[in-house]
């Protein structure tokens, strides 16, 4: 019995130190998210989060990734053509390597579209240093500009044509496309936007963001003028706002959103919304409750007042053609004066540009990626591509609209004095201004929120820093 009773008294004692060890962790961990959540609920700047130098991008190579397949060895040639526009393409591009890396497959650097609504005859070369893509890349895919003529010679067949699902595993490239390329040694694959999935091993995803973020660099003439209208907005004030409206016609038809234009603007949109045959007959107050519609010009203006910005912040606006015109942007206009677009900017500078919407997109990106905060208005290409940029780039204040829940506020905003919108405004915002901790790693599309982001080093003796120190233990990868 008291052999038995001592077995017990030690396994219990085992256990319970486990315990205790595994509760004080938790304990800890505890800790720090109801410090966090309670510093969220103090308020945060509104300019830049007080954690964001406590990451930064992280996709160097490992050192078990082994160095491209060179072209003679390779299995074959892939040739990729792109869809939609810019950033669009550029999901493709980044996309495209990593599946020439997991067919070990040859790259013949992307072709981009020429057919789709935005009608840019642009190719990679007018929009990507291409010596720099193929260079930057060479210890990760093997690129190449073209075919060689030798190889195109001796094939039986054109290249094979074909299209991908979705959001294709590895596996479906192994088992689908590697069999065809071995046989025909050159395919080509179209439609080329989001066929990749978006969860993959840590190397590739790594190999994602050397891409995206380091292999496509803006030829020297979009990045000089580019460079150039940030100057010139860093020059009238130490920081500004950069918000892509998104509120052209072509988006607007396309959310089946209304917007207040009456007949006039139903039937305006009603008939651009056409050109997609199979869109489905949607509710426009169902949408808007469902937080599915753009903010207008004028409630983008009235959030970020609300937030805190104030009458003489700079606003650098990025936008095609606006719906409704200057009338449109009138109300936006009145609550920050200090209004700027490209086209305001450089005048002449802009006019070799200004036939390619695509280049117009690329400068816009630059300014947009330099601004301090940068404000989406829709879950949009140029907002996802944007916004994992700035994640990569230390967790820049990106904002995006809480749409569900601003709409029911904005819809009764005059039986609420200011100050009360201004906190409904704020508490509706939190989780949706580009806080770390937003979103955990793995969550969301790749693109939007990539997990090639690490923590700087935390150590025991830092302790004595104070409580913002706790922030780096925030686990991101």
């Not at 983008?300 to 719906?323: H, P």
């Not at 630059?366 to 996802?384: H, L, P, R, W």
Request: charged residues 30%.
């Amino acid at each position: 019995m008291l052999f038995g009773l001592g077995l017990i008294s030690l396994f219990t004692g085992h256990v319970a130190s486990d315990l205790e060890w595994y509760s004080q962790r938790l304990v800890k961990r505890s800790f720090f998210y109801s410090r966090l959540e309670g510093r969220r609920r103090e308020g945060i700047d509104i300019w830049k989060s007080k954690y964001s130098n406590l990451f930064y991008g992280c996709s160097e190579r490992g050192r078990n990734f082994p160095s491209a397949i060179r072209e003679r060895a390779s299995n074959g040639y892939l040739l990729i053509a792109a869809s939609g526009g810019l950033n669009q393409q550029r999901t493709g591009i980044t996309d495209a390597v990593v599946v020439a890396r997991i067919l070990n497959a040859t790259l013949v650097v992307p072709e981009l579209d020429h057919r789709s609504y935005w009608k840019d005859d642009s190719d990679f070369v007018n929009i990507f240093d291409i010596d720099w893509f193929i260079s930057y890349l060479a210890n990760d895919v093997t690129i190449v500009k073209r075919v060689p003529d030798k190889v195109m010679r001796s094939m039986e067949k054109p290249p094979y044509t074909m299209r991908v699902p979705r959001k294709s595993p590895p596996e479906y490239y192994l088992d689908q496309v590697l069999p065809i390329l071995l046989r025909r040694r050159v395919v080509q694959l179209t439609k080329f936007d989001y066929r990749l999935a978006s969860n993959l091993d840590e190397e590739l995803q790594k190999l994602r963001c050397r891409v995206n973020y380091h292999g496509l660099r803006f030829t020297k003439p979009i990045q000089e003028i580019g460079e150039r209208l940030v100057t010139k907005m860093r020059k009238m004030a130490k920081h500004y706002i950069a918000v892509h409206l998104r509120f052209e016609p072509d988006m607007l038809a396309f959310s089946g959103c209304y917007f207040g234009g009456g007949e006039k603007e139903r039937f305006e949109l009603g008939e651009i919304r056409k050109r997609w045959a199979t869109l489905p007959d949607l509710s426009p107050d169902g949408e808007r409750e469902r937080g599915k519609c753009p903010l207008t010009p004028h409630e983008v203006g009235l959030m970020l007042r609300a937030l805190g910005f104030a009458n003489n912040t700079y606003l650098y606006v990025a936008s095609g053609e606006i719906y409704g015109g200057e009338e449109t942007l009138r109300p936006l206009r009145e609550l920050f004066p200090n209004f700027y677009t490209k086209e305001m900017l450089a005048v002449e500078d802009l006019k070799p540009f200004l036939p390619f919407s695509s280049r117009l997109a690329a400068i816009d990106y630059i300014v947009c990626d330099e601004s301090d905060v940068f404000v989406t208005n829709n879950n949009g290409n140029m907002a996802k591509i944007l916004a994992g940029r700035r994640r990569y780039a230390g967790h820049k204040r990106t904002i995006r609209p809480n749409a569900k829940k601003l709409s029911a506020l904005f819809m009764a905003r005059d039986q609420m004095d200011w100050d009360t919108f201004s906190k409904k405004v704020k508490a509706s915002q939190r989780g949706f201004m580009g806080e770390p901790d937003e979103v955990r790693p793995g969550r969301g599309d790749f693109h939007e929120y990539p997990s090639c982001i690490c923590e700087r080093p935390f150590t025991d003796d830092e302790n004595s820093k104070g409580e913002d120190q706790l922030s780096a233990r925030i686990p991101v990868n």
